[in-house]
């Protein structure tokens, strides 16, 4: 059975990996004026599933971490 360090530094990691997913969707959204431009639209929906799985994971690790108190 994991101790209480292990599952607060598991937590930490799905935290910080929530927030890598949410750059990453900033960082779509930072080229879609010239996706735009050349028709793509998908753009959009990408950095949509990616902010939502990097706030999910986000989430999930505040509640780990807090549940290893």
Do not use: D, H, Y
Not at 25 to 32: D, E, G, S, T, Y
């Amino acid at each position: 059975m994991p101790s209480m360090e292990e599952k607060r530094e598991g937590g930490s990691a799905v935290m910080i990996i929530g927030w890598v997913l949410m750059l990453f969707a900033f960082l779509v959204m930072f080229f879609n004026p010239a996706a735009r431009k050349l028709g793509e639209s998908r753009f959009q929906v990408v950095a949509g599933c990616l902010a939502a799985a990097g706030l999910i994971m986000s989430i999930t690790g505040t509640v780990i971490r807090r549940r290893s108190r």
